[in-house]
């Protein structure tokens, strides 16, 4: 099963550097100097392989610069390149709190047990967000799939977390899961930062 660890976003500078949206919890493994990233253009099937020469954090962002990538016009056809992993080269976790990706996408979310509206479920995993405020969950609502709804992946909020079940459990502060709450993914993306660190801020 192949798994998205990065997307391109876009160029950064003429010198052939790129932004990379990071989609996996060990970025610092993944893109270190040195790696061997297998990538596939946009609406192509074949995978290519790019080496990193450079990695740097600049404003919150994954700078990545490429092996043979060296100015703007190199860069700027990356844009939208999807780098990949294989299910089966992940090692297992020997930590029962860690989670890869994969594993969480498609389980359903529901309200813990024990409030007024426990037991709720509210929607399905559509992926998981790698900010640089922390980490997010994208939830497709049950009620309407093409809006989202972002929880922020920490404890206070999200108490249970059970591959095995099938099953996430939230305990969501009020506010977070109101009408408004709820936006297009790509407006809500935007204000992903914004919103982790409101709720998470309520939690502490």
Do not use: C, W
Not at 5 to 27: A, M, N, Q
Not at 42 to 48: A, S, Y
Not at 100 to 108: K, V
């Amino acid at each position: 099963m192949e798994l998205v660890v990065g997307r391109v976003v876009k160029s950064h500078g003429i010198k052939g550097e790129v932004v990379v949206e990071v989609r996996t919890d060990e970025p610092d493994e993944r893109f270190a100097v040195g790696a061997v990233l297998r990538g596939r253009k946009p609406r192509e099937q074949k995978l290519h392989n790019y080496t990193v020469e450079a990695a740097r954090e600049h404003s919150g962002r994954l700078l990545l610069r490429l092996n043979g990538v060296t100015d703007r016009t190199g860069s700027d056809a990356l844009r939208g390149v999807l780098f990949v992993i294989d299910s089966e080269d992940l090692a297992p976790s020997d930590d029962p709190d860690e989670f890869y990706d994969h594993e969480l996408e498609g389980l359903p979310v529901r309200i813990v047990a024990g409030r007024p509206d426990g037991g709720t479920e509210i929607g399905t995993v559509r992926e998981v967000l790698h900010t640089a405020a922390g980490e997010l969950l994208s939830i497709r609502p049950a009620d309407d799939a093409s809006r989202e709804i972002l929880i922020p992946f920490v404890t206070e909020i999200v108490p249970t977390v059970s591959v095995a079940d099938g099953v996430i459990e939230i305990d969501p502060p009020d506010g977070l899961l109101d009408p408004d709450f709820g936006e297009p993914p790509t407006k809500a993306k935007k204000q992903q930062e914004m919103k982790l660190r409101r709720a998470t801020e309520e939690n502490e």
